[in-house]
């Protein structure tokens, strides 16, 4: 399993920033992650993609309510994915998931397992004044 855990949000006001970080591990396994992503989940709505980043290429991908503002980075070397988010709004509001796609093998293993879908626990993110 990979565990996915997110630190950064908080209260910040209209206009303010601020930046999420999502840390992957996998206690015992070597684990690639092909993608990782932020989406967030506002009450009462569906969750939605935020940001994607692609292990790879140099395209990630913005939802439109975000363009602009919002800014998805990788350090691989950390297993870590950041979402620094400007100019924040109250729609903005939301609890923020890290999603990565990933998959394992065992450190004496060559053989990797299929790609897997993991999640974060979340992180609030209250744009209010």
């Known amino acids: 399993q990979v565990q996915l855990v997110e630190s950064g949000g908080g209260l910040v006001q209209p206009g303010g920033s601020v930046r999420l970080s999502c840390t992957a591990s996998a206690s015992g396994s070597i684990f690639s992650m092909v993608l990782m992503a932020w989406y967030r989940q506002a009450p009462g709505k569906p969750r939605e993609l935020v940001a994607t980043?692609?292990?790879?290429?140099?395209?990630?991908y913005y939802a439109d309510s975000v363009k602009g503002r919002f800014t998805i980075s990788r350090d691989n070397a950390r297993n870590t994915v950041y979402l620094q988010m400007n100019n924040l709004k109250p729609e903005d509001t939301a609890v923020y998931y890290c999603y990565a796609r990933a998959r394992l093998r065992s450190s004496q293993s060559l053989l990797w397992g299929d790609y897997e879908d993991y999640w974060g626990q979340g992180t609030q993110v209250t744009v209010s004044s």
């Open positions: 980043v692609t292990s790879g290429t140099n395209t990630n």
